[in-house]
């Protein structure tokens, strides 16, 4: 069984970083895009991030380019985000996913973590 865990979400003040993580068990990630997508409160999912399964490529939505870094462990089958300069409007749920392609999600999700940044 594929389970996807976040962590590392939590409450931080604009202008600051925070890190999440994804550990994935039940399957070598080693072959698979991963990535990380987000959802704020009465909005529709939105792509956040992804890696190629090799690390060789990265992809970012427009909103986070230049703030985010997403990175990945495949000897740790963890995917990271690091975010910086955090505002208020990155505000939301951020859930792990496997399968990535581009910017399009793959089959399997993690719960989320909540991620609030406060002005």
């Known amino acids: 069984q594929v389970q996807l865990v976040e962590s590392g979400g939590g409450l931080v003040q604009a202008g600051g970083s925070l890190r999440i993580a994804c550990a994935v068990s039940g399957r070598t990630v080693s072959s698979s895009g991963m990535g990380w997508f987000r959802q704020a409160t009465g909005k529709e999912r939105e792509f956040v991030a992804a890696?190629?399964?090799?690390?060789?490529?990265?992809y970012y939505g427009d909103s986070v380019k230049g703030r985010f870094t997403i990175s990945r462990d495949n000897a740790k089958n963890t995917v990271y985000l690091q975010m910086n300069s955090l505002k208020p409007e990155d505000t939301a749920v951020y859930y792990c996913?496997?399968?990535?392609?581009?910017?399009?999600?793959?089959?399997?999700w993690g719960q989320g973590t909540q991620v609030t940044v406060s002005s």
């Open positions: 996913n496997l399968g990535t392609l581009g910017r399009v999600a793959g089959h399997y």
């Open positions: 890696i190629t399964w090799s690390g060789g490529s990265t």
